[in-house]
């Protein structure tokens, strides 16, 4: 898998695809490959 179509998501700590995400973040990245961000999920159970 590409590095461009992944994201880490900082609530769950996990890497997931953009296809999964909620809010990426336009600062910050993490080990400088993936940007971060919040997926769906996470983003449901906050709310």
């Known amino acids: 898998m590409e590095h461009n ?3 880490y ?3 769950c700590e ?3 695809t953009l296809e ?3 809010v990426v973040f336009r ?3 993490f ?3 993936y ?3 919040c997926c769906v999920a996470c983003g449901n ?3």
């Open 27 to 29: 600062t910050g990245y």
């Open 9 to 11: 998501c900082v609530k």
């Open 45 to 47: 159970v906050s709310r």
């Open 31 to 33: 080990r400088n490959l």
């Open 20 to 22: 999964q995400a909620g």
């Open 5 to 7: 179509v992944l994201f």
């Open 35 to 37: 940007p971060l961000g």
């Open 14 to 16: 996990q890497l997931k």
